[in-house]
């Protein structure tokens, strides 16, 4: 079944959009003027993928930053950790950190589900 998800011009190139449809909650990017739709939740902690970021065909989760190909939903890294600036945190706050950091690395990161997209005129319809 298709549906109206958005219109051409409502996502810029790099942009996002989330939508939810048929029950499914969507993330609709435009990479090149081409447009891809994943599952808006990502496959590591489900956390918000219209919050992350597009930069060519990389998403990028907001959470951990785990990234993702748009175009097919394979997940091509796990959480990648950042840069604490050279501040070191607390004793208590180390021991926390080091324990959530062992749980994650337990934790897979699942590809995305994909759903197929087609433009018609200004038109974007996923299949959900």
Do not use: W
Request: net charge negative.
């Amino acid at each position: 079944m298709l549906i109206e998800a958005a219109k051409v011009e409502e996502i810029a190139p790099g942009g996002l959009k989330a939508i939810k449809a048929e029950n499914n909650e969507i993330l609709l990017g435009n990479h090149e003027g081409d447009f891809y739709a994943v599952q808006k939740r990502c496959g590591h902690m489900s956390a918000p993928l219209d919050m992350g970021t597009l930069d060519g065909f990389i998403l990028t989760c907001p959470l951990h930053h785990a990234q993702f190909d748009i175009r097919t939903g394979e997940a091509l890294s796990g959480p990648v950790p950042r840069d604490s600036g050279g501040e070191v945190p607390p004793p208590e706050m180390g021991k926390y950190l080091a324990f959530v950091a062992n749980i994650m690395a337990n934790i897979k990161t699942h590809d995305l589900k994909t759903f197929p997209v087609h433009v018609d005129g200004d038109v974007v319809k996923i299949e959900a």
